[in-house]
């Protein structure tokens, strides 16, 4: 009788770790779908969040995450700047752009496919404020801001 009860005991430990296990990767399975769905993006970044992280880089004079988050269109002046070019430009004229505003809310305004408007706030250094539409589309899965300069 011992011997069945340890026995038993086994099969209901290995069902029980099994059923963990099962869990752990219905439950990890899940969340990856939520999150994937949730997604605006393949790296998770929503098309408001690149547009603040796009300002935040353009008020900083951080050229590298204004050419990354930037479509070719928004850095090449028309097709006519590498992307190197791009950078390099950026980095000898960042002191001399004066930066006049600062940059407040963003709300999705529209989303359609590979394609999205964020609606900005903008305050001038006047105080006046608007709303400045900022154009942003998805290039190899990320959202990037889609504006020539």
Known sequence: MPQMSLRRRRQRWAAALLAAVLAVLVVGSGLLIVRKTDDNSDTGESPEQTVRRYFA????????????????????????????????????????????SSYGATTLKSEDGDQAVVEMEVTNFDGGRSQQDVQVRKDDGRWKVDQPN
Request: aromatic letters at 4%; a negative charge; glycine letters at 4%.
């Open 57 to 100: 880089a353009f008020t900083s004079r951080d050229c590298d995450t204004l050419i990354d988050l930037g479509t070719e269109r928004a850095w090449s002046e028309d097709g006519t700047l590498s992307q190197a070019e791009a950078l390099q430009k950026c980095r000898d004229t960042a002191d001399q752009i004066a930066i006049d």
